[in-house]
């Protein structure tokens, strides 16, 4: 039985000429699926769609878009639909919300818990691992082509946000949606060539940091290390290529919680946090700073002196362990 939200922005899309397919700043693996599996299946269908980002396609995701058909905003366009993918907020968008106000509707199809509820029709499914998941209930559903192309797209949002199909979140589910995914002719060979295995000499410098600077606190389950952009103007390395470091603290076998700072400004701090385990609820940690995204898996920015963000962050993280024990 399809939810009623799906069964309407089916409807909406079918009435649309002209579609925009949005994302997140930063956009990793599943937006950047999902967000292209989206694109290729609509002008398949006979669609004009233009899918627009901030930021752009990182590298290790540019195989995905030879085409290059993700651009930043245009201003000016007007669009019968706008269709946001894995994107919690319309603060997410960053810029591109300046330029989808001309449209007749807003679909927001995601599966953060944090999602905001933004759109005129909202598909939010939080059970889902990963949004690619959901594009390819949305393409099932509707009958829309599933292309080889198509398929690498959907299988690379739900390899990289389900940690190549090791977090708590994978379902049975998941690993059918992927089976159907490379009978559709998603290239796993490849897939898992560019995405993890085939990484710059700059994040392996960047590594090489990280290992010499993380501290723990909290009797050893708290991890956490401060990215500074000297550190990139160091290594040579880019902001993309810090996306899964974390994973390499969090994987101590005593850390309950991993944390990374990241400088974004003098004064403003981007925040990613990881939990292993069912009891810390590190959406919560987020949320007091006035970010989201999972139970294992969230982020926040904020403001203010680095270490007074560290300093609150922390205790925060500190108060939820308390009742945790180590192993």
């Given at each position: 039985m399809k939810p009623q939200a799906l069964e309407q922005i089916i409807e909406?899309?079918?009435k649309s000429g002209s579609i925009c397919v949005v994302g997140h700043v930063r956009p990793d693996g599943d937006c950047i699926g999902s967000q292209l599996g989206l694109t290729l299946a609509l002008k398949s269908a006979g669609k004009e769609v233009a899918c627009w980002n901030q930021?752009?396609?990182?590298?290790?995701?540019?195989?995905?878009?030879?085409?290059?058909f993700v651009t930043a905003p245009q201003p000016g366009r007007v669009f019968d639909c706008v269709i946001a993918t894995d994107c919690a907020s319309l603060e997410r968008m960053g810029r591109v919300a300046e330029h989808i106000g001309q449209r007749r509707v807003l679909l927001n199809i995601d599966h953060h818990e944090s999602n905001t509820r933004y759109g005129d029709i909202n598909w939010i499914s939080p059970a889902e691992a990963s949004t690619g998941e959901l594009?390819?209930?949305?393409?099932?559903?509707a009958r829309w082509p599933v292309t080889s192309h198509v398929a690498d797209c959907l299988f690379t949002a739900v390899s990289t946000d389900t940690g190549s199909f090791q977090y708590a979140s994978t379902r049975p589910?998941?690993?059918?949606i992927a089976s159907h995914l490379v009978e559709q002719g998603a290239?796993?060979?490849r897939i898992c060539h560019e995405v993890y295995q085939s990484y710059p000499l700059s994040r392996m410098r960047l590594l090489r940091r990280v290992y010499n600077k993380f501290r723990l606190t909290h009797d050893d389950r708290t991890?956490?290390?401060w990215l500074k952009q000297a550190d990139y103007?160091?290594?040579?390395?880019?902001?993309?290529?810090?996306?899964?470091i974390i994973d390499h603290i969090r994987a101590i076998d005593e850390v309950v919680v991993a944390c990374v700072f990241e400088e974004i400004e003098p004064e403003l701090t981007r925040l990613s946090l990881r939990s292993k385990s069912g009891d810390v609820d590190?959406?919560?940690?987020?949320?007091q700073f006035g970010g989201g995204g999972h139970r294992a898996a969230a982020g926040a920015r904020i403001p203010g002196r680095p270490l007074t963000v560290q300093r609150r962050v922390l205790a925060s993280i500190k108060k939820a362990l308390k009742g945790v024990g180590r192993k």
């Open positions: 909406e899309i079918q930021d752009p396609v990182p590298d290790k995701l540019k195989f995905l878009d030879p085409d290059r594009i390819h209930r949305l393409l099932t559903a589910s998941t690993f059918q290239d796993l060979a991890a956490y290390y103007s160091r290594t040579g390395a880019k902001p993309a290529d810090s996306e899964g590190v959406n919560g940690i987020a949320g």
